[in-house]
């Protein structure tokens, strides 16, 4: 046969690739002959877009049709044997593309660990594992290290200038491989597990004749005698004694147990632990359902016949983790697999040691605290199904399943599911539904306080609804009690920011050694700094809001930008020395503590405190091994943490949070002091949870307080369905940006025109959002409310992208942005 009939028998073959960029479309290149067979879809393809820039894209589309309008360029390098995205995640970055209205490419970039997705930008540092030897590597391999050696750091662009050639990837996905190199987007250490320091007598006192010559010998120090005894007593009923339970016990100080340990009587050794330790919920592999709980199991199970999703409404401390549990066990006993959603990577961190029991090597853990390199071997697990169970937070919609058979969304109610920034701004609830209705796989979503749309459809017969209303073990739920503030001051019963109510309690608490959380949902010692003369208050220089003063830099912080200055005295716009600081933050609220009850150990709970890599970790557990008397903290202490000495929670000023200008603010509100109060008397203690307000008779805090959550939903849907809001009406948020004020609304005013051409009465605004000016950029937003009924939500985004086109061509709003938000709130 010629040459010339096997080149005619050959087929040329076109790609059309997803790049991990923000463009409309996606692009297609030409496939050299000798690659045919290796391309399909889903694997990892090298290409050149723009002049000299080089990215690894993701092969959409295989087929013989050339580009018409462009000449196709060859592709580089074909890197993976086998794909590492399957049809169903392309599906589903199609959908999200579609549905959140913003680019394949921007889907892709949030989808895959940026160790999947190298580009010519993407930074390498080598490994430091001393045992690898470097003496089996090519040249060029060997050089690519010796260039590292020396900088320390290079972009893939280095590599391919070192080297000289534009086909690096497979040798630096080798080294990866291998272990010699690491990219270096966000190295961080893995989760650690929680370990604890228990006290061990030494082997020489073990026998009743040691003991006795230890006792004689220890005459003369009665404290130290008196914690021999103690530990002694204890180890009847225990083998594992911290030393708090021994001070505790013995009644000595840290002092007489030091001694000990420095005599050689106590050795003190680690041992790793689970952040689950004694709680409500025993941590062994077997367990017995209640009679409440096996009856909600097998309700789930019906439903499962005819729906596809079910809403599980259980209060706080139910058991809903057991009956999770007991599904999953059962989807694995069918062969297929399943995601567990959490809203917050720290419960992700305490909630993984009681799935490991039951599921060992099959559960895999995801989430942004692993570095990437931990994450593209999750991602390689899962596509060779060697994890059957995923645990992680939203971004684990993303991984590439096989047969997912179920879907758990837990606090589905949480904001914290929802995305802001960057693109896809998706609600990975939502995403999840649509994932399981690709794998035909079930979605179960969990709750105490379930949000109004989720209530509405399973009420509405779309999902099934299932409800858990008592706490598991005969634990009670815990007793609210209202503190009307003005009244309070009014009998001069205030004590800064604490009643006598409050202070009682925790004094009260901590005498019976037990443990007391506070919120106040603001962090920093003071919110704003504010001249008593003329009124001026210090504000950021990059964007409209105030700064707040953090007693701990000694500075006033932008929480938005980041902008940092130190704090002023004297007023720059009076020139007078009456600087204020006005409102209370955590800060605040533990200094105050601290003058009033300076006996106190009191912890901290918020952003600042909790910046370290293992910030979090450690406040949870010095507080749960009893370090802290009082923990006061923002939000995050509403996060579906368990403390098992918690039995008073005190809420220092509910109102920030039911006055908040935004539609969902009751209904946070009542989630949020639900959540909180969920924390109290969560084992074998009676909690009480005081609500401190200057609205008493708030509907939404009597609801609370009567724990009426049907009652919140009904004058939640009633007011909505008048004012037009989810879950009757869709919300579509249109963010105009740009550095100059007047442009900024000239431009959104001939946007908000273009829409209403269309839309008509649909079209909201523009007008400034609450805070105006965000890193130097004035922001105005549009909103559209789109009635679900009669109307294809299709057709309206074509129209919506249709105007955008059309005020993106006119050159007066050169460099305006906008920023779409589907269901933004």
């Not at 080598?126 to 290290?145: G, H």
């Not at 066990?329 to 909630?351: D, R, S, V």
């Not at 169970?389 to 919609?397: K, T, W, Y």
């Not at 749960?624 to 202490?637: K, S, W």
Request: hydrophobic residues 40%; glycine residues 6%.
């Amino acid at each position: 046969m010629h040459s010339t009939d096997l080149f005619a028998e050959r087929e040329t073959l076109f790609v059309e690739v997803v790049l991990p960029l923000s463009i409309a479309k996606t692009y297609t290149y030409r496939v050299p002959f000798e690659w045919n067979e290796k391309i399909k879809v889903g694997v990892r393809v090298i290409v050149q877009f723009g002049k000299n820039k080089v990215y690894s894209a993701i092969v959409k589309n295989i087929s013989k049709e050339a580009p018409e309008k462009y000449e196709a360029k060859y592709i580089l390098e074909v890197v993976d044997d086998d794909s590492i995205v399957n049809e169903r995640q392309l599906t589903l970055w199609q959908w999200m593309s579609d549905y959140y209205m913003c680019q394949l490419g921007e889907v892709m970039q949030a989808a895959l660990p940026a160790a999947l997705k190298m580009a010519s930008e993407t930074k390498i540092i080598a490994s430091e594992n001393p045992d690898l030897d470097r003496s089996i590597l090519s040249d060029k391999a060997y050089m690519v290290l010796e260039a590292l050696d020396i900088a320390g750091e290079l972009r893939v662009a280095d590599v391919i200038k070192i080297l000289g050639q534009k086909s690096v990837f497979p040798l630096l996905r080798s080294l990866f491989e291998q272990g010699f190199v690491l990219i270096s987007e966000e190295i961080k250490e893995k989760y650690k597990p929680k370990t604890k320091a228990f006290l061990y007598i030494a082997a020489e006192y073990n026998d009743s004749e040691g003991k006795r010559l230890l006792l004689d010998g220890l005459n003369k120090a009665p404290k130290q005698q008196d914690a021999v005894l103690a530990f002694l007593q204890l180890t009847k009923s225990r083998t594992d004694i911290t030393r708090q339970d021994l001070m505790e016990v013995a009644a000595c100080g840290s002092g007489a147990i030091t001694a000990l340990i420095d005599k050689g009587v106590f050795e003190v050794r680690e041992k790793v632990v689970s952040r689950f330790e004694g709680t409500d919920l025993q941590m062994t592999k077997e367990f017995e359902f209640s009679e409440q709980q096996r009856g909600v199991f097998e309700k789930i199970d019906s439903y499962f016949e005819s729906k596809d999703v079910v809403l599980l409404h259980g209060v706080t401390a139910s058991g809903k983790t057991q009956i999770y549990i007991r599904l999953i066990e059962k989807i694995l006993e069918e062969g297929k697999n399943a995601l567990y959603l959490l809203p917050e990577i720290a419960l992700t961190a305490q909630i993984t040691a009681r799935l490991k029991l039951h599921f060992g090597n099959q559960l895999g853990v995801y989430h942004s605290k692993f570095n990437d390199n931990e994450r593209a071997e999750v991602w390689h697990k899962v596509l060779k199904n060697e994890f059957r169970v995923i645990i992680g937070a939203r971004s684990s919609v993303f991984l590439p399943f096989q047969d997912l058979g179920l879907i758990i969304v837990d606090e589905e109610h949480e904001t914290s599911y929802k995305q802001f920034d960057p693109a896809p701004r998706y609600h990975a609830r939502d995403t999840a539904i649509y994932l399981g209705h690709l794998h035909e796989a079930k979605v179960l979503l969990g709750s105490a306080t379930p949000s109004v749309e989720s209530y509405y459809n399973s009420k509405a017969g779309k999902y099934g609804l299932v409800q858990l209303l008592k706490r598991y073990g005969g634990a009670q739920l815990p007793e609210i009690e209202i503190v009307d503030i003005p009244e309070e001051s009014r009998k001069n019963k205030m004590h800064a920011y604490f009643s006598e109510t409050l202070l009682n309690g925790i004094k009260d608490a901590v005498s019976r050694k037990e443990q007391v959380i506070l919120f106040q949902n603001r962090r920093g010692h003071t919110p704003f700094v504010q001249c008593n003369t003329c009124g001026y208050v210090a504000k950021c220089v990059n964007c409209d809001v105030s700064l707040t003063y953090h007693k701990t830099s000694h500075l006033l912080h932008c929480h938005y930008c980041g902008h940092s200055e130190t704090p002023i005295n004297v007023c720059p716009a009076c020139g007078m020395p009456h600087m204020e600081s006005k409102g209370f933050g955590t800060e605040r609220v533990e200094e105050e503590l601290e003058i009033l009850m300076p006996d106190l150990r009191i912890g901290r709970l918020d952003l600042d405190s909790t910046r370290g890599k293992y910030g979090f970790d450690k406040i949870i557990n010095a507080f749960d091994d009893h370090e802290y008397d009082v923990l006061i903290g923002t939000q995050m202490v509403a996060k579906g943490l368990d403390f098992g000495r918690v039995s008073l929670i005190g809420i220092i000023d509910a109102d920030t949070i039911i006055n908040f200008p935004d539609f969902r603010a009751y209904e946070r509100a009542f989630s949020l002091f639900s959540q909180v109060a969920g924390r109290a008397g969560r084992r074998d203690v009676l909690g009480k949870v005081v609500i401190q307000t200057y609205t008493p008779n708030h509907r939404v805090i009597e609801q609370v307080v009567q724990h009426d959550y049907e009652g919140m939903f009904m004058k939640e849907v009633t007011e909505r369905k008048n004012f037009l809001y989810p879950p009757f009406y869709r919300l579509i948020r249109l963010d105009v940006k740009h550095p100059d004020q007047q442009q900024t609304l000239d431009s959104a005013q001939k946007l908000a025109n273009l829409l209403r051409l269309q839309l008509g009465t649909r079209v909201l605004g523009p007008e400034p959002p609450l805070v105006s000016r965000v890193r130097n950029n004035y922001i105005q937003t549009i909103v559209l409310k789109i009635e679900r009924g009669g109307v294809s939500i299709v057709k309206v985004k074509e129209l919506i992208r249709a105007a955008i086109l059309s005020f993106e061509l006119d050159k007066l709003n050169a460099g305006v942005r906008i920023q779409l938000d589907i269901d933004p709130y």
